[in-house]
Structures are given as C-alpha cells and as structure tokens.
C-alpha cells in the first residue's frame, strides 16, 4: 500500500515537472520577450511566402531566437495568414504578439513629407517611391495616366498642384492611386470654401493660384514679400502685361548650373516663356507651400508694377511702380553684381 502511494507520488512528481516544463517552454516560444535591442521595421512584401518573411528575420538579427519563432509561428499557422506591410517589432515583443501584427495586418503608418524644390513628377515619384513598397516607374506610370489625372480635375501640366508640401501618414503597402486618391482628398480639404471665395475675389481658378504661388516662391523665401510679389504679379495680369518671371525661363531650362538669365534665353519657345506670352503658364513650376499659396490670396494691395532685388544681395526686394524707378533699382542690383 506503501509502495503504491510512492509510486503515485512519483508519477504525480513527474506529470507536475512535465507540466512545468511544458509550461516554461510555452512561455518561452510565446510570450517571452524576442526582439533585440530597441527593435526594427519589418518589410514583408505583397505575394511574400514563409520562407522569405524567416529570412527577412534572420537578415535583420532583430529576433533573438528565430527557433522558438519558427515553433510559434508554425503552432499559430503564419504560413498561411501573411499580410504586406511594414510593421515595427518593437522592444518586449513577443512572438505571440509578432506573428499576431503580421496574421492581422496591423501595419505602422509611413510618414510621406511633401518638401523642398519638387518641379516635376518624376522628382515627385521619385520622392514617393522612397517610402512605399511601389517602385519609382510603377509611380511614375500612374502620375502620367491621363485618364486619372482628366479624372481628378486635371490635366498633365496642372496636376502637380494637386500635391500639397506637407506630412501625410500612408501605410507602406498602398498602391500608387490609393495615394494620389489621398493626395486628392487634402487638397479638396485645404480647398475650403473661404479660400474658394477668396480665389473667386481675385479672379483665379485654385489651380491659376497655384500656378502664380509657385513663380512667387521662387521669386522670394521671406514670407512677408510673397504677398507684395503676388501683388505686382496680380497687377501685371490685370494690365495684360507679360510677367517677365526669370523662374519661368529657369524652369523651362531645366539647368540647376544657370545662375544669370541672359537676352538668349528669353526667346525661347514654350508656353513657360512668360517673357514672350502674357498671362499665367500653363501650370505650376513648383509644388508651392500652402503659405505661399496664402500669400497669393491674401495678397498685398498696391500700385507697383516692378520689383527688383535689393543691392544688399539678402534676398529681399526694391518694388517700383514706373519704368524709370525700376530701372533705376535695377542699375544698382548690377553695379554690386558686376563687382563680384
């Protein structure tokens, strides 16, 4: 009888070990912590298998123990339930939790910063193409798609006003049209109708006042002229007087290395050439700020018909309202600029 409780006893003993080892092994392939240091992103692209995702892992020596991950993730069926995206394994992470962000798709948004000197589509794909999962020329491809753009309100030299400078939060995994489609949205939203009626007030279409914002941020960075060079811009058109805008010539050369517009260059034909047309070009030259674009609308009221830069070579302007005066501040911006 003895015997028979030891024997009991002992096979109690070994099941509560068993069960004690079974439950550190299961706390260890699931819950405990297997993420190194302060964690990575994780990049799993669409049509990505198993395999690819483990050695995605391995690559990126994020995971301590890629075998307590590979027994969770066969317990919990990954192989089958792999979503895209890009998600951050973070530090403290478990394998429970890792496999449960990719089996439900649980991504961390991507921060897209529209900024600095964008003056085409190809820059703009370009920039794109740096923080989504579709390539440069798959970007490219869809900005060049007339049907969309025709659909959107746009035509292909108009469409880059559609892009306002700003941070957009995207996940990794959206397709180029998902995004313009997005695109499209913050620029109906910024489009209010305050800003609308003031357009109207003007006498510009959202899309003329993007046009004229991008001439006047190349013309100055300091925001308090960029509503007096709107002003004079916006007099010009109202006298159906050429713009004579130097960035439009810039744009049309398309040279970073020309610092001097010379006489050649303003006979060049194009439709930019505001020196040879009157009125606006036929689309922006520059993804404008939305201050700028502010800045046309709130423009500054006033009777100068010229502006030239100031001899002090600090960015700022001298605005004339005649001829003689302009040319006058133009004299003296040369005398500085030929002793250099």
Not at 158 to 183: A, G, I, N, Q
């Amino acid at each position: 009888m003895i015997a028979g409780k030891k024997t009991y006893i002992y096979i109690a003993a070994g099941v509560a070990a068993l069960g004690l080892l079974f439950s550190v092994m299961a706390y260890r392939t699931f819950f405990m912590s297997n993420i190194t240091g302060d964690g990575s992103y994780l990049y799993i692209p669409h049509n990505s298998g198993y395999n690819q995702l483990s050695d995605s892992l391995e690559k990126s020596g994020s995971v301590k123990s890629m075998r307590c991950f590979k027994r969770a993730a066969g317990f919990e069926g990954l192989e089958n339930e792999i979503k895209p995206g890009m998600y951050h394994l973070k530090p403290g992470m478990s394998n429970h939790q890792i496999i449960r962000i990719i089996k439900r798709g649980w991504q961390t948004p991507v921060r897209i910063t529209l900024s600095g000197n964008i003056r085409n589509v190809e820059k703009l794909s370009s920039l794109l193409s740096r923080k989504i999962e579709s390539d440069s020329t798959e970007i490219l491809a869809t900005l060049k798609d007339s049907t969309l753009t025709d659909s959107l309100g746009f035509n292909p030299l108009t469409f880059p006003s559609m892009f306002l400078p700003d941070t957009y939060e995207v996940y990794w995994t959206v397709t180029p049209k998902e995004l313009l489609l997005r695109f499209k949205k913050e620029y109906d939203r910024f489009w209010n109708r305050e800003r609308l009626e003031k357009a109207v007030n003007i006498g510009l279409s959202p899309i003329e006042v993007s046009t004229l914002a991008s001439i006047v941020s190349e013309e100055s960075n300091l925001k308090e002229e960029q509503p007096v060079i709107a002003g004079v811009y916006l007099n010009r058109l109202r006298k159906n007087i050429p713009l004579q805008a130097d960035p439009t010539i810039k744009f049309i050369l398309n040279d970073p290395s020309v610092k001097r517009i010379l006489n050649r260059h303003l006979s060049i034909n194009s439709p930019f050439n505001t020196y040879k047309h009157a009125g606006l070009p036929p689309g922006p030259i520059v993804i404008p700020q939305k201050s700028t674009i502010d800045a046309v609308l709130d423009y500054k009221k006033h009777n100068y018909i010229y502006f030239c830069a100031k001899p002090t070579l600090d960015g700022s302007h001298n605005f004339a309202e005649t001829l003689a005066e302009h040319n006058k501040n133009a004299r003296a911006y040369q005398r500085v600029i030929s002793r250099l």
